[in-house]
């Protein structure tokens, strides 16, 4: 039988791609002490990578695909087939930015200003060429972690990922820059596309795991609605396409059914019922694939 070699993020990302995998109906079931999970599928096989190497993995053919930060991809400079991005992370939807930053009792308030001092930073090749960019020659020190610690003593500033900054300033760290947004992307193997299976299988793939980021932050909605109602109600629909629209035993009654943004749905179902809709029923989704 032939198998779809894939690789999937070990650590922070771990839990959030297994999740995503599961929406787009794949149940993955990792072994803590284990790098090779199973995966319902028989034709994938599964296995897990740091994501600062996976990259690299991918481009040298130990695995067809792999799922890994824009970051990483970058700092290992891959010669890699990007299918898609996957935007989602281990606490929001937010990018991961990697963020120039500095103790807030420095003096330091641009790239500028570093000339000369010590930067410290996981994203060594990033970082420096960043730097050339902006024309500072200043020292780049590879960290072995706890980064955000190192300012003001260790280090004159770091470059750190962050999501939302709120461990940044917890570490009482001020951000003077932007040098690289990542989001996940899924990476293929420059000969394995060329195989026409495992082609087909990586866009059945992708075409799923779409779907379910899609459908993260959208919900389903069903309802009743008598006819002398209908266009009141649509009219407060705020539907993809336009809503389904079916009739029910009761001529004078219709099934409405659509999907819509999670974030107003709150403010919405109160508007509806009193637009004359009843039997409201809110759903969650898997996949949305357009």
């Known amino acids: 039988m032939k198998t779809l070699k894939i690789a999937l993020p070990k650590g922070s990302l771990e839990e959030a791609t297994c999740n995503l995998f599961k929406r787009a109906g794949f149940i ?19 296995i897990l990578f740091r994501p600062q190497e996976m990259s690299r993995y991918v481009e040298d053919g130990i695995v067809d695909c792999g799922l890994t930060g824009h970051d990483w991809i970058v700092e290992n400079d891959s010669k890699v087939v990007e299918l898609c991005e996957l935007q989602y992370s281990k606490r929001t939807s937010n990018p991961v ?20 001092k010590k930067i410290v930073t996981e994203l060594v090749g990033v970082t420096k060429r960043y730097l050339k960019k902006n024309k500072v020659d200043a020292e780049v020190e590879f ?3 706890a980064t955000e610690a190192k300012p003001p003593r260790l280090a004159d500033a770091i470059v750190e990922a962050t999501e939302t900054g709120s461990s940044l300033r917890a570490n009482k760290l001020k951000i003077i820059d932007t040098v690289i947004v990542s989001i996940p992307k899924f990476i293929a193997n420059k000969k394995s596309v060329q195989d ?67 974030s107003v749905v709150r403010e919405l179902i109160p508007q509806l019922k009193k637009a004359g809709a009843s039997g409201i029923i809110e759903y969650p989704l898997n996949k949305v694939i357009p």
Do not use: C
């Open 196 to 262: 026409p299976w495992k082609k087909h299988k990586m866009d059945s793939l992708v075409m799923l795991l779409e779907g379910a980021i899609r459908a993260q932050e959208k919900v389903g909605l069903k309802m009743n609605v008598e006819k002398k109602n209908l266009q009141k109600v649509l009219g407060l629909l705020p539907a993809m396409k336009k809503p389904t629209i079916a009739n029910l035993t009761d001529k004078n009654w219709l099934d409405v059914e659509t999907i819509i943004d999670e």
């Open 97 to 116: 930015r990697w963020v120039l930053a500095v103790h807030e009792s420095s003096p330091f308030k641009t790239v500028k200003d570093l000339k000369g």
């Open 28 to 46: 993955i079931s990792v072994n803590p002490r284990s790098y090779i999970p199973s995966v319902n599928d028989p034709e994938i096989e599964v």
């Open 143 to 145: 960290s072995w972690g």
